[in-house]
């Protein structure tokens, strides 16, 4: 039987030791405190295979020495970034969610046409899709916008996708899908909108539509500096928050939409008793009171 203490790993074994429970609160408890995400019991299990795997990668002696690590280090640090890939999930597509972009293309732009016509905006639109992971949803909007707005050179378009990870960043940069991420894109849009891929993608963005689209790294927690948006899709991220994070991250959307501007959400982030000062439709369409 060995005799080492249950939180250490000696470098010459091959299986980490288990991770002890209070150690295992204590890594949630500091997720929480960085990115907001909350780790439920039911996923200890998890969390647990998933920081043998950072251990075993760093070579630290112990759990407990690997935490100290992350304490002390800021969420852009390499190893933040290497842990929340192992914790956080990156299952995304394009084209999630049809009956958004239904929404997308057959009324909102349209109502932002109108509004140029009208002389009640110019013709400048800006969209953040926020925890936009490798980028498949950000993409799904240039394209949608791309097919309905009306002479598209002569609109100003920016749409900003963020993401707390590093790594998913760069990867949305590169525009590059698998034949998985691309199942649901229409076949015309196929056609209009990508190219064959390289190294590996099944297909990549064109360069005169990913000229749309920025890529930042950003904590949901903290402010975005930027101007205001007129649309904001945040979805399928929120139910990792808890009730005191949700609030935090609503309250940092409010302050970069523009009054009448537009919050799409997943259908079951559970925030309806959270936009109450919003107009909602549909459980997932909210709209901030006010015109621009």
Known sequence: ?????????????????????????????????????????????LLSNRLRRRLRATGLA?????????????????????????VTTHETYLFRDENH?????????????AEQKAGKRKA????????????????????CLADRLPVMPAWQVEILGTDVGAGAVAQ??????????????????????????TGGACASLKAAYRKLLRFETHNL????????????????VLIYF???SKKRVLSQIKRVLWPGGYLITGAAEGVSEL???????????HRWPGTK
């Open 1 to 45: 039987m060995l005799s080492t203490p249950a939180n250490t790993l000696p470098s010459h074994l091959p299986t980490v030791i288990d991770v002890t429970p209070k150690q295992l609160e204590n890594y949630a408890k500091l997720i929480y405190e960085k990115i907001g995400v909350t780790i439920s019991p039911q996923k200890t299990t």
């Open 101 to 113: 972009w239904n929404w997308l293309r057959d009324t909102f732009v349209p109502e932002m046409v």
């Open 275 to 285: 936009v109450s000062e919003f107009e909602s439709t549909s459980g997932w369409l």
């Open 242 to 244: 808890d009730a005191e």
């Open 172 to 197: 949305a940069r590169l525009g590059a899908f698998s034949e998985r991420a691309m199942r649901l894109v229409p076949k015309n849009y196929r056609q209009r909108y990508f190219e064959a891929g």
């Open 221 to 236: 927690l903290e402010p975005l500096r930027e101007m205001p948006f007129d649309l904001v899709v945040l979805k399928n």
């Open 62 to 86: 112990s759990y407990d020495d690997y935490y100290k690590l992350l304490r002390g280090a800021a969420t852009s640090d390499p190893e933040w970034e290497a842990f929340l890939q192992e």
């Open 124 to 143: 400048t639109l800006r969209v953040w899709s926020a925890a936009c992971s490798t980028g498949d949803e950000a993409t799904t909007i240039a394209c």
